[in-house]
Every structure is written in C-alpha cells, then in structure tokens.
C-alpha cells in the first residue's frame, strides 16, 4: 500500500527532473499503477486460495488421491518417488490451470495496453507447452535424486544435499544458454561494426574471457530491453537484447551498460552470488514450512547485498571512464521499460534486488562533486 501511494504521486522526484520527460514519466506511472493494481488482485485471489487449500485440508486429501490414482496406472503407490511424483503432478495441473488466466491478463491486456507485448496468443502458448514439457522432462528426475538424498542422508543429509544443488545448478547454468534457452529465443552473433569493436576491447583491457557475443531477439516476445553474462572459467559469453541496441542513442551507451555487468564479474560478485544461494536453497528446503519467516529476513539480506553489488558495478564503470554514457543508459532503460520513478524506500529496500534510479545516479554523481 505504501509503494501503491508512492506510484500515485504526480510528479518526478527532484533528482529526475529534467532527466525524464513528462511524457515518459505519465507513461510509466500509469504503467505502474495498472501493475499494481493487478498484484493486489492476483494476491488476494492466492492468499485466499492457498488459505482455503490449509483449512480444507486439501493437500493431505490430494496426497491420499494421487496414491490411488497411482494404483489405478498400474504403478506402485508405496514407492515414495512415484507417490511423490504423482503427487506434484496434480499440483503443476493446478497451478497451471489457476494461475493461467492472470498470465493471460498481464500479458495480453496489461502489457499490450502500454505497448510491451509483442507475442501473439500461438506464440505464448507454444511456450508454456515447451515449459511443462522441460519440467515433464526434468523435474520427475530432480525431484528423485532429492528423495534418494533424503533417504539415504543420514546425519550428513545437509551437506548431500547442498553438494547435489550446488552441483545441478552448475548443470543448469551451463545446458540453459546453450540447450534450453534456444527453445525460446533465437540467439545469433552480433554483427561485424562499431559496437562489437568496442565490446571486445573492452572486454579485452579487463581480461575477460569473451568468447562469443549474441543478440536475442528478445522483441519477439516484449519490447523491454537488457543485458547479461554468462558461462564458467575461459567460456563467457555477453548477451545483447535487440531491444536493447534499437533503444540506445549511441554505441558507448550500450558499452556502459555492458561495463557495469563485467564489473560484477571483475568483483566477483556473480560468484559469491551464486555460493550464497546455494547455501540458501539447502537451508529452505530442509526448513521450509516450519520457518518460513526466515525465508523473508534472507530475501531482504540478500537484496541488500544484491543492491550494494550494483553500486559498486556502476563505480567501476564510472572508473573505467563511462560515467556519463552509464547515467544516460540507466535512464533511457528506465525510460523505455517504463519502471517506476517513484519508490517507496521500505517498499524498494525489501523488494528491489537493484537500487532505484534516483539512488543511483545519486551515487554516480557523488565522487564527481567530492572531486570537484
């Protein structure tokens, strides 16, 4: 509610005066309040929905079912993987069929009304079919090798199985960009020119180990525009939205941006990211239910280290001397997305992984006044 009152106020804040135009500035508000709107329907129907599934007691109900649904395959319903598999089955229906008329709503009405959606209603369905199929595909196996863990743990049942998520999340981050990914979005090398010229000697005066350069085609599907990295060891790989390069005035706007994501990687941010996560899961997936306030207070510690990490990124653009074109693609990615320009600051403090605009610029701007 407090971030709702901060969406509703009817001016720029002082710091982006000047920087953002009133029109964008309309756009984004109303983009935002339709947003917003939205979330407090789809929670409401979810709260009341899951609190009707505890007071009903509608998962021991299903259990029981999906056990004899089981039996009735032909399968052994003692089998704790099968019961369990049949189980999550009949929850994956369900949570596909409650929550797809929402997803239909923010991205056929919602954003297409403030022309984001680029996706015709064929394409958004071939999707989701490639989504259940990969978790048809991937998940029964998953799932098994975590009740094996369980079983067979023992006292070191914490350190098995922090060793089996840390080891399937190496598997996925390296077979998601180069086999799953592909299914959605094509992916084909940034052409010969100025930009890719200027990416790789960037990358090359860091010592980044930039082996390939992609443009996805991102704007089949939205007009939202970003940047990433991937990959292990001497494999990195940067990603362009196409998006990204029509919305950008020039190239070295493109290259700030790309500065700050290597210097995530030149501070090793991705990696103490990623062990810290891994700690995470284990502990929540022992834990879950039972203290479910902690997964709140780790949401809230880890945005906060998430947010720390992008100021010291934007500094290390700023000291490779890209202060200027970093501040101007921050606000034309946060002009074209349309992102709020007013936050709440306990709103943003718990729920953005990246600081507000005003924020920083803010800090892009403070060593140049300290210097001055």
């Known amino acids: 509610m407090r971030q709702h009152a901060a969406l509703k106020l009817p001016t720029l804040p002082k710091t982006l005066e000047g920087v953002i135009s009133q029109e964008k500035f309309e756009k984004s508000r109303a983009y935002s309040l339709d947003k917003s709107h939205f979330h407090f329907v789809h929670e409401l129907v979810t709260i009341l929905m899951d609190s009707a599934i505890l007071f009903f007691g509608v998962l021991p109900w299903f259990w029981k079912k999906s056990g004899e649904f089981a039996v009735l395959a ?22 596909q069929v409650t929550d797809l008329p929402f997803s239909l709503y923010s991205t056929f009405v919602i954003e297409s009304r403030h022309g984001f959606n680029k996706q015709t209603v064929w394409l958004f369905f071939r999707d989701l079919f490639k989504g259940i199929c990969l978790a048809v595909l991937l998940g029964p196996l998953i799932v098994s090798a975590i009740i094996v863990i369980v079983q067979k743990g023992g006292p070191y049942l914490a350190i098995y199985l922090w060793g089996f998520m840390f080891a399937l999340s190496l598997v996925m981050m390296t077979l998601y960009p180069i086999l799953i990914a592909p299914l959605f979005n094509k992916f084909t090398p940034l052409p010969d020119g100025e930009l890719r010229v200027k990416i790789e000697k960037l990358a090359s005066s860091l010592n980044f180990p930039l082996k390939k350069l992609f443009v996805v085609d991102g704007s089949t599907r939205s007009s939202h525009s970003n940047a990433y990295m991937y990959g292990f060891f001497k494999n990195k790989r940067i990603v362009l939205y196409d998006t990204l390069i029509q919305q950008c005035k020039n190239d070295e706007e493109i290259v700030a941006v790309i500065a700050h994501e290597l210097g995530h ?46 100021f010291q990124a934007d500094a290390f653009g700023k000291k490779l001397g890209y202060a200027a074109p970093l501040r101007a693609g921050l606000v034309k990615l946060q002009e074209e997305n349309l992102s709020a320009m007013n936050t709440d600051p306990w709103y943003s403090a718990y729920h953005y992984s990246h600081p507000p605009l005003v924020e920083r610029l803010a800090a892009l701007d403070e060593p140049d006044k300290k210097e001055d």
């Open 265 to 310: 990687w030149k501070l090793n941010h991705t990696m103490y990211s990623f062990i810290a996560v891994q700690h995470i899961l284990t502990l929540l997936c022992r834990l879950q239910h039972t203290v479910i306030p902690l997964q709140h207070l780790v949401s809230f510690a880890l945005n906060l280290v998430s947010r720390s990490f992008e």
């Open 74 to 95: 032909g399968l052994n319903a003692e089998n704790e993987i099968i019961h369990t598999l049949a189980f999550l089955a009949g929850v994956m229906v369900w949570s």
